[in-house]
């Protein structure tokens, strides 16, 4: 998962703040955002970062901003594209420092006086982007220099940062009179304030809600190591038994080993309801009433609904297109779905049980159907991949193979939590090009789910090359045991490391194009396309070897491992597409709708889009929708199944054109991955596979043009 671009663009993905008051002097021997960091490629000096250095860091970094922008939209002089969008790029350099770090640390490791800060300011956050997106006189020079581009003789990645400029000041209400400009500052200062309320109770309700198990005999499934470090949770949170956290999605990784009918279910609903139980952490009227607020800008701005508005800068551009692209889906879905789900259901008949199948029940028996048809077992596979293993042997060698890139891992590099490795990326040609982090674990204080960002973006401009990080939610292992893995864990490191050679590659002059800042449907490309390679015979035969005895993975279990890839799609398939269609049906809301009862308008909804399959809910309940509700996917979620549809294609290419070779990915760098926004998707993507892109290859991979496994 990815955050949405824009140069102030870090203000908007997560935290980023704004000054009403003067501001002291600080010196930077006092607080290290003060001044660029001197550690390598400017790295954030964790060591010396405190937690009360962030709000005089952002007060000071936000009101020397300011001072930029007035000076950039006083100015005598004609406008001019130096004088005004390069002026505009450069500002907001300690902004940037803190902004980005504090979003990294915010949301992998927070802490009550960082969520403290984070609400606090958050209001601010909206009006220093309004403030610089609603000054009349920048504007005026903005749209100045647009009108009269054709006469400039500008670059094309020159072009195309005036032409993202002028879109996002419009986008941001530039056009709008005196009184529509307050009403904006307005609502987006309220969203602000429940976008961070959000985010906190989130937290809280998902903390909360981890299972815990008084009997042992309860756990009945489980591995050995997972009881472990059930046990070893269970001491952390100073509470007698075994304790499973709860993970940001609907279904949870322990439902697929847990034999107790029971402790599935109530696994299972203690997910469901995290968020749902009538507290302090109930999210509810927070949804609803950013709901209508998100209708109400979209209709300040002209558009009928939010997804109208959303969806502009998007490649996918309309509503219409996005569900044109859904329900082209849904159909095969559907037939998947219902013959996956009598399969289990024969299962479940066969081995005696006497009830209907529940989505607590459908990895349980997915797995069961899984070892019997292909003699597969989960258990079998997980100490193939153990996590340094895939870590530097599978995602590191594939990236060499098609990149020649190589890596080095770093212990002089401070971090914020001591479990993060920090590692230097190295070109084809021996340059340094980029520092990697890796934050592997599940905490208490850790956003669920995975994701990538920079601490420090690249740009020619700037003189920065990009420092990049991945996060994930993987299960602590108890002390001295190993990290083993499931397909689909790994399937998520190649995912996040796909984000991050997108941000390794980055070579723009400007920081808002660079890299990774690129439209929701398109980041996940260069995301879900790496994750072909996990599963790629030459990658996975170099990291597959089992921890204890350092033997490979044998073929039997590899071709079991390629027979069962399809099988099972109907469950991922289906929970993503309810997810889209209840993402879309909010946000498609009207402005005079009324103020909607959550439960019954997600029922409502997944049964108006025909996304109520049989026993398979949506990946992500409303009330735990990270994505759409504070995470820049609002209106987006749709994005994965359209970039799933981009990176099918392309690796369709690769196969087509040798697979795994380095000038197929040099050609794949220097045509996508290096771009950018650089210039218009459309385009880019007919670049490198010669046409628009198509839905036959990704409904060949998932399986559902084959006549069913």
């Known amino acids: 998962m990815f955050g949405s671009p824009a140069r102030v663009a870090a203000l908007a993905a997560v935290v980023a703040l704004a000054v009403t008051a003067p501001v002291a002097p600080i010196s930077a021997s006092v607080n290290p955002f003060f001044a660029p960091s001197t550690l390598p490629l400017g790295a954030p000096p964790f060591d010396r970062i405190k937690d009360s250095d962030y709000l005089p860091a952002f007060q000071a970094g936000m009101a020397e901003q300011l001072k930029e922008i007035e000076a950039i939209a006083d100015n005598p002089a004609p406008p001019t594209f130096d004088n005004t969008i390069v002026a505009m790029e450069k500002s907001g350099q300690m902004l940037n420092r803190v902004t980005l770090a504090f979003e990294g640390v ?26 610089i997106y609603l000054n009349h006189k920048l504007f005026a020079r903005v749209q100045s220099i647009y009108k009269n581009q054709e006469r400039l003789k500008l670059d094309p990645e020159s072009r195309q940062l005036l032409n993202v400029d002028y879109e996002q000041f419009v986008l941001s209400g530039a056009n709008l009179n005196a009184a529509d400009k307050t009403k904006l500052r307005e609502i987006n200062k309220q969203l602000s304030i429940l976008q961070a309320a ?10 909360a809600g981890a299972l815990v198990v008084k009997d042992k005999a309860k756990l009945a499934g489980m591995s050995d190591s997972a009881i472990d470090a059930a046990a070893q949770a269970a001491a952390n949170h100073h509470t007698d038994g075994w304790l499973i956290s709860l993970q940001n999605t609907t279904q949870q990784p322990a439902l697929q080993s847990l034999d107790d009918r029971a402790t599935r279910e109530q696994l299972f609903k203690n997910a469901w309801n995290r968020t749902e139980k009538g507290d302090a952490n109930d ?6 009433t950013i709901v209508m607020l998100r209708a109400k800008k979209a209709q300040l701005l002209h558009y009928p609904n939010y997804a109208s508005y959303a969806l502009v800068d998007q490649m996918a551009k309309t509503p219409a297109a996005v569900q044109a692209f859904l329900a082209g889906l849904i159909p095969q879905e559907r037939a998947k779905a219902k013959a996956e789900a009598d399969t289990l259901q024969a299962m479940i008949d066969k081995d005696g049980g006497h009830f209907q199948l529940q989505p607590w029940d459908w990895d349980h028996y997915a797995e069961q159907v899984r070892k019997a048809k292909y003699g597969l077992d989960d258990k079998q596979i997980r100490p193939y991949f153990e996590l340094n293993n895939v870590l530097q042997n599978g995602l590191f060698y594939a990236a060499n193979q098609l990149y020649g890139i190589t890596f080095k891992e770093r212990h002089d590099i401070p971090v914020y939590q001591p479990d993060v490795r920090v590692f230097q990326v190295y070109d084809k040609d021996g340059s340094p090009l980029a520092l990697m982090y890796f934050d592997f674990f599940k905490r208490d204080n850790k956003a669920g789910g995975a994701w990538m960002s920079n601490f420090v973006n690249q740009s020619k401009l700037l003189g920065t090359k990009p420092v990049v990080y991945n996060v994930e939610n993987f299960t602590k292992p108890a002390p001295g045991q190993p990290a083993l893995l499931s397909v689909d864990n790994v399937t998520g490191m190649f995912h996040e490391f796909g984000h991050a050679l997108n941000g390794f590659f980055a070579d723009q002059e400007y920081a808002s194009l660079s890299g990774a800042n690129t439209a929701r449907d398109f980041v996940e490309y260069p995301s879900q396309f790496n994750e072909h390679w996990a599963l790629y015979p030459a990658v996975l035969k170099h990291y597959a070897v089992n921890y204890k005895t350092h033997q490979p993975m ?17 469950y991922s398939l289906g929970e993503t597409l309810a997810a889209d269609e209840l993402d879309m049906a909010w946000h498609t809301l009207p402005a005079s709708a009324p103020k909607q009862n959550v439960d019954q308008f997600e029922t409502q909804a997944i049964k108006a ?32 199944m359209w970039s799933e549809m981009l990176d099918d294609d392309t690796y369709q290419w690769f196969l087509q054109h040798g697979g795994m070779t380095r000038a197929n990915g040099q050609r ?30 990704l409904l060949k991979f998932r399986g559902l043009t084959s006549p069913g496994n």
């Open 609 to 640: 889009s025909q996304t109520d399959f049989q026993s398979i809910p949506p990946r992500y309940r409303s009330s735990y929708f990270l994505h759409i509700w504070s995470n820049g996917y609002a209106a987006g979620y749709y994005a994965y």
């Open 198 to 207: 959000f985010d906190r109770k989130l937290l809280a309700g998902t903390a």
């Open 283 to 288: 999210v509810r009227d927070t949804i609803s």
């Open 554 to 570: 044998p073929q039997s279990l590899i071709d079991k491992i390629k027979r069962a890839s399809t099988f099972n799609q109907s």
């Open 106 to 131: 915010s949301q992998a490791n927070t802490n009550p006086t960082l969520q403290h800060i984070e609400e606090v300011i958050a209001p601010e956050t909206a009006a220093h982007q309004d403030a």
């Open 668 to 697: 794949y760098r220097d045509l996508i991955l290096s771009r950018g926004h650089s210039e218009d998707y459309g385009p880019m993507f007919r670049a490198f596979y010669g046409k628009d892109p198509e839905v036959g290859p």
